[in-house]
């Protein structure tokens, strides 16, 4: 026959024998119990054992708190590539030191034009009472001035003297005038563009052929 079953009484005694030797009792097993929020409502644990928000638990680090799986972030504003950038700032280089050569190229024409109607004033001021052009003089003398060709009208004394370097002609507001070489020295140091005629005495008639009277220019060319 089976024995009899143990009671409370002397499972009871059990334990305060095993006590009594050192043993301890066995906690009762905690279990985890629920946060709750302010509503007093628990808050539903994810499956894994994480806080919800996140595979990490740690406040929804690994994903942002109410994404669901899959579901992209808003994408940040992206940033220009390096090469776009850098290419933009050389042309804004590019156009600025256009602008500023731009800008140096007129003042320098601005300070050129002003030379220019200085040197004319000094000039005026020292052809006065030199001016040597005969109205009665009938021989037209050609030269090459500017790419084009001009004359001047001496008498026969003065083609000598113009033929030999002792005159000169300097050309001033449109008209050519007729001066001694000392005069058109100076105006040479003063404005060296208004020399229009500066005979070398020692020119050859293939490098001068206009020297010769009897060389005529028809009146269509002359300029």
Do not use: C
Not at 176 to 205: H, M, R, S, W
């Amino acid at each position: 026959m089976p024995g009899p079953r143990p009671t409370e009484d002397m499972t009871d005694s059990l334990r305060d024998q095993l006590l009594t030797l050192g043993f301890k009792a066995p906690e009762p097993e905690r279990r985890p119990q629920p946060r709750r929020d302010g509503g007093g409502k628990p808050r539903p644990q994810h499956p894994s054992g994480n806080r919800k928000g996140g595979p990490q638990g740690q406040g929804g680090r690994g994903r942002d708190a109410g994404q669901k799986p899959g579901q992209r972030r808003d994408a940040a504003p992206q940033r220009k590539p390096a090469s776009e950038m850098d290419l933009g700032k050389a042309w804004a280089l590019r156009a600025q030191q256009e602008k500023q050569e731009r800008l140096e190229a007129e003042q320098r024409r601005q300070e050129e034009a002003r030379q220019r109607r200085e040197a004319r004033a000094r000039l005026e001021e020292l052809l006065k009472d030199k001016v040597l052009n005969d109205e009665a003089a009938d021989i037209a003398r050609h030269f090459e001035y500017g790419g084009k060709i001009k004359r001047v009208y001496v008498n026969a004394e003065q083609l000598r003297r113009l033929n030999a370097g002792e005159l000169g002609v300097i050309q001033l507001n449109g008209r050519y005038i007729l001066v001694e070489g000392a005069v058109l020295a100076q105006a040479e140091q003063i404005f060296p563009q208004a020399v229009a005629l500066k005979v070398d005495p020692n020119a050859t008639a293939e490098e001068d052929p206009y020297a010769d009277p009897r060389y005529q220019v028809p009146d269509d060319l002359v300029w």
